[in-house]
């Protein structure tokens, strides 16, 4: 059994250049080739030459050492030399950074359940396997049972054009490069295309020895994503399809963090951009691909949750944490919020605006005008997630983060997690308590009112494992109604600047403008009602 620290990379295909291998057609450059022919420049990477063909079958072992925390994952490897097992535990280090253990051919004859074999070009039976070829294999597994078969039509299958190499520089720790380029069959939907880079460093399981490793990895994967823009995944798509996860996943929303037991604020805060980095990232591949506004809503409130959750821990979202990711972090934010924008704007706010005013024709070209800029906007966001400015933000941050994973240099003289959470909450009540009346204050003003909200909110949905049942229901409940008012006035002032945009007609400017306006003071009054109703937070600490 070998033991890894993994950090999974994916290569996006966008942008890729076709080049002519005649005058008779065109056929597309080998993207394996063409990377491994740059990294070879860098003189960190020694790549093995040539490339494998590999076909693999996920499976599940039927007898496993219980691992709470830890996930067994199994797949059948088939390639020229044989079929063989590969067998592994995994659990999250790190937000993007994998725990793995590889168990090796002491653990051969594992029992499990495989799907319908898929015939694949391969050696003669007794032909004598590779040796070293693929880490964590088990060579002599056990046939497949015919109870654990599956119909071909719905088993998964993937075919990868595999190479191999080595990263390493002078602190000692060698990286080992694994770059799968992966066609994903079976699971009743089309074909899918996957490149992914898959890094991997011994896992000694020491905090010097740790800390080299993470180093490493991620000096490696900022190198070699020069060559082309590579982004972080938070799991392999081996690793997916073993979970049998769908391709096509829906939006990943904020989930509750359970922080009874926890005391530093250290560990809080990482526990807390674990969860943050699973909205963020998970909602990543459906912005890029599906038009589904609520993917990007989600990443957008993903960013919003990490900003407030950095606020609520200066200590730790100090000068350089600032220099180093809050220029990209408001440019990221900026994208996002244009293409939200957009989208409420063509497809609730201007319909509803249309339908008050009796549902004419004549708004019909505005309405495709809002259309094609929101698909502007996406074009866009999704050209900027496919840039290597992002793939460096998500990488410096995600390197930041696996650092909150391993014991502080020093203990320090913070302030306990419950402490600090209570005094946090407190102010933050106390300022959105203390605003004016919503009817005496202009326009940004009430805005600025609702982000005060929201950032209450935020805090208590953060630290709702330590609230009071009160304040994790009603409280909680009152602030996302006082958002909601205040958000429909505000939908409402972006429409008519969308408008002013858009160059429409008088006629819709000034409808919209009076009933924004009628709008905005409607909702003042019930906001402020809601605001008037608060009850001061409470953290108690009793468990849910």
Not at 395 to 407: D, F, K, R, T, V
Not at 502 to 507: E, G, I, M, Q, V
Request: aromatic content about 6%; glycine content about 6%; charged content about 25%.
């Amino acid at each position: 059994m070998s033991r890894v620290l993994e950090i999974v990379l994916s290569l996006s295909l966008e942008g890729w250049p076709v080049k002519a291998a005649s005058r008779a057609r065109g056929t597309q450059r080998d993207f394996g080739a063409e990377l491994v022919r740059a990294w070879r420049i860098c003189p960190q990477v020694r790549m093995r030459r040539g490339h494998e063909r590999v076909t693999i079958e996920p499976c599940q072992v039927e007898e496993a050492e219980p691992s709470p925390g830890a996930s067994w994952w199994t797949w059948v490897e088939s390639n020229a030399h044989g079929r063989r097992v590969v067998a592994s535990r995994t659990r999250a280090f790190a937000p993007g950074v994998t725990q793995r253990e590889l168990f090796d051919a002491e653990h051969a004859g594992i029992a499990v359940a495989m799907p319908l074999p898929v015939p694949v070009t391969a050696a003669p039976a007794d032909a004598d396997p590779a040796i070293g070829e693929v880490d964590g294999v088990a060579p002599n597994a056990t046939a497949p049972s015919a109870a654990g078969e599956l119909p071909e039509s719905t088993a998964v299958r993937l075919v990868s054009e595999r190479r191999r190499g080595r990263w390493a520089d002078d602190s000692g720790v060698v990286v080992e490069m694994t770059l799968d380029d992966v066609t994903l069959h079976g699971g009743g939907e089309p074909p899918r295309r996957y490149v992914e880079l898959r890094l991997t460093a011994p896992d000694w399981e020491t905090l010097a020895a740790r800390t080299a490793a993470l180093h490493a990895l991620f000096a490696a994967a900022r190198e070699l994503s020069g060559a082309w823009p590579a982004f972080v995944q938070l799991t392999s798509v081996i690793d997916r399809a073993c979970a049998g996860e769908p391709a096509a996943a829906g939006p990943v929303k904020a989930q509750l963090v359970d922080l009874t037991g926890i005391r530093s604020q250290r560990a809080a805060l990482f526990a807390l951009s674990g969860d943050i980095a699973a909205q963020w990232l998970g909602n990543e591949g459906g912005v890029l691909d599906r038009d589904d506004p609520e993917f990007v809503h989600q990443m957008r409130v993903a960013l919003r949750r990490l900003r407030t959750l950095m606020r609520f821990f200066p200590l730790f979202a100090d000068r350089q944490w600032q220099d180093t990711f809050g220029v990209d972090l408001r440019w990221l934010a900026a994208l996002l919020g244009t293409v939200r924008d957009w989208d409420v704007f063509s497809t609730e706010s201007l319909p509803a605006l249309i339908a008050a005013d009796g549902g004419g024709a004549d708004w019909d070209g505005t309405l495709d005008a809002a259309r094609a800029q929101c698909v502007t906007a996406r074009v866009e966001l999704r050209q900027a997630l496919h840039s290597a400015r992002y793939a460096r933000l998500t990488l410096g941050w995600l390197e930041w983060l696996s650092s909150l994973a391993l014991p502080p240099a020093e203990a320090g003289d913070a302030p306990s997690l419950r402490r600090h959470a209570t005094k946090r909450v407190r102010r933050l009540f106390g300022e959105l308590y203390a605003s004016p009346p919503l009817t005496s204050l202009d326009t940004a003003a009430r805005h600025q009112v609702r982000i005060d909200a929201k950032r209450l909110r935020y805090a208590l949905e953060f630290f709702a494992s330590l609230a009071s049942r009160r304040t994790r229901t009603e409280t909680v409940k009152t602030l996302t109604r006082v958002q909601s008012v205040l958000g429909e006035a505000n939908d409402t002032i972006v429409a008519l600047h969308h408008l002013e945009q858009l160059a429409a007609p008088p006629y819709q400017l000034g409808f919209v403008r009076g009933y924004g306006a009628a709008l905005e003071q409607r909702a003042a009054r019930d906001a402020e009602a809601l605001l008037a109703s608060l009850r001061p937070p409470k953290l108690d600490g009793k468990p849910r």
